[in-house]
Antibody, heavy 118, light 112 residues
Framework: EVQLVQSGAEVKKPGESLKISCQGS????????IGWVRQRPGQGLEWLGV????????RYSPSFQGQVTISADKSISTAYLQWSSLKASDTAMYYC???????????WGQGTLVTVSA | DIVMTQSPDSLAVSLGERATINCKSS????????????LAWFQQKPGQAPRLLIS???TRESGVPDRFSGSGSGTDFTLTISSLQAEDVAVYYC?????????FGPGTRVEI
């Protein structure tokens, strides 16, 4: 069974750093792209970017370039999303999802809730 | 970025009736060499992650009931639920996966 298991909820203060994770199982992790999607409370879905763990090729939405960093460690089938300095506006649920080259997201993680508050 | 719009923002449909959601892209998502539209539909129920319903504008994913259908090409697309069931209450999003930067529509809330 394909699974993407995300790290647990986080509560942080503005200005702090954070790295959340997404571990894949049940499929060949290196053969899929892993993407990140933001969903602010009561809002819609926003595509942040994707990474191909096989060669670390990474693509960002222009809206999020420079705001977050996507990385992966293929040896442990895990992708990451990180912030160097969180803002209150980063408060959201963050989902990871996988896709084959040229295909849409076909499997999603359960989401990681990030709360940034003073 | 390709901008996706959806209409309506929300709709209320009686059980057993048809629900129709429209999605429009700011530029074509039809890849001419393959004649494929890079357009997907997702369903998101409260408290859950999104679920892929339809890819390539009209291809239903395995396990998706056949009351869900997708149509359209180029810049205009439609998701139809032919006979609404209680379990279909959700927000529906279209998404383009053409090129290297993907975008979602704002979502359409379907209620009974």
């Amino acid at each position: 069974e394909v699974q993407l298991v995300q790290s647990g909820a986080e509560v942080k203060k503005p200005g702090e750093s954070l790295k959340i994770s997404c571990q894949g199982s049940g499929h060949t992790f290196n053969n899929f792209w892993i993407g990140w999607v933001r969903q602010r409370p009561g809002q819609g879905l926003e595509w942040l970017g994707v990474i191909y763990p096989g060669d670390s090729d990474t693509r960002y939405s222009p809206s999020f370039q420079g705001q977050v960093t996507i990385s992966a460690d293929k040896s442990i089938s895990t992708a990451y999303l990180q912030w160097s300095s969180l803002k209150a506006s980063d408060t959201a649920m963050y989902y990871c999802a996988r896709h084959r080259d040229g295909d849409p997201f076909d499997s999603w993680g359960q989401g990681t809730l990030v709360t940034v508050s003073a | 970025d390709i901008v996706m719009t959806q209409s309506p923002d929300s709709l209320a449909v009686s059980l057993g009736e048809r629900a129709t959601i429209n999605c429009k892209s700011s530029q074509s998502v039809l890849f001419r060499s393959s004649n494929q539209n890079y357009l997907a539909w997702f369903q998101q129920k409260p408290g859950q992650a999104p679920r892929l319903l339809i890819s390539w504008a009209s291809t239903r994913e395995s396990g998706v009931p056949d009351r869900f259908s997708g149509s359209g090409s180029g810049t205009d697309f439609t998701l139809t639920i032919s006979s609404l069931q209680a379990e279909d209450v959700a927000v529906y999003y279209c998404q383009q996966y053409y090129g290297t930067s993907w975008t979602f529509g704002p979502g359409t809330r379907v209620e009974i």
